[in-house]
């Protein structure tokens, strides 16, 4: 894997997430170029070598504005990225890494991985005992939805980025 190539592709889907995120709402809900991303380096790189782009594409993800339901929290993210980086390497073996629907399915697979470990360390993090306040600020069934929802929408925007990504798939080569 280039990482100058990775480098520059993470920094393109860190802007088209973070300044076009509000035009591309339906809803409120909002595709992740990210994840897109994420799914290619796992579906195209050794397992041995997805953990640190993973990890940088994570802390992206974390760093962005309104992330992590407005609380100032770097690494649930990085962690769901990480987790859902290591799950695709684990089933690409079974998928024909160089259509356009595996990446379709890898990116919606791994939103929907890290929504629900995002999910679980901010509802841990306002658990009452540890913060004590007794109310929860986000409930898991409207969160579960706005997530499974971004899945949807980020597995349609990875059709136009991997194609993209295709037609530049000489440049990842070190």
């Known amino acids: 894997m280039n990482w100058i190539a990775l480098v520059i592709w993470a920094w393109l889907a860190y802007a088209l997430e973070a300044a076009l995120g509000p035009l591309w709402q339906l809803g409120g809900i ?13 579906l195209r790189s ?3 070598s997805v953990f640190w782009p993973s990890l ?12 992590n339901a407005g609380a100032a929290v770097v ?7 990480v987790t859902a980086a290591w799950a ?11 259509g356009l629907a595996p990446l379709a399915a890898a990116a919606g697979g791994a939103t929907v991985v890290v929504g629900v470990i995002v999910m679980a360390i901010l509802q841990i993090r306002q658990v009452p005992w540890i913060t004590g306040d007794t109310t929860m600020v986000h409930p898991l069934r409207s969160q ?3 997530w499974l929802l971004t899945a949807i929408y980020t ?13 530049v798939r000489e ?4």
């Open 30 to 42: 909002a595709p992740s170029p990210l994840l897109v991303l994420l799914a290619w380096v796992a």
């Open 88 to 98: 695709i390497s684990k089933v690409r073996s079974m998928v024909f890494r160089d």
């Open 46 to 48: 050794r397992s041995a």
């Open 155 to 167: 597995a349609a925007l990875a059709v136009p980025l991997g194609w993209l990504l295709k037609r």
């Open 144 to 146: 579960l939805g706005r």
């Open 56 to 67: 940088l594409l994570g802390l992206l993800a974390d760093l962005q504005p309104g992330a």
């Open 171 to 174: 440049r990842w080569r070190p």
């Open 75 to 81: 690494g649930p993210h990085a962690v769901g990225y």
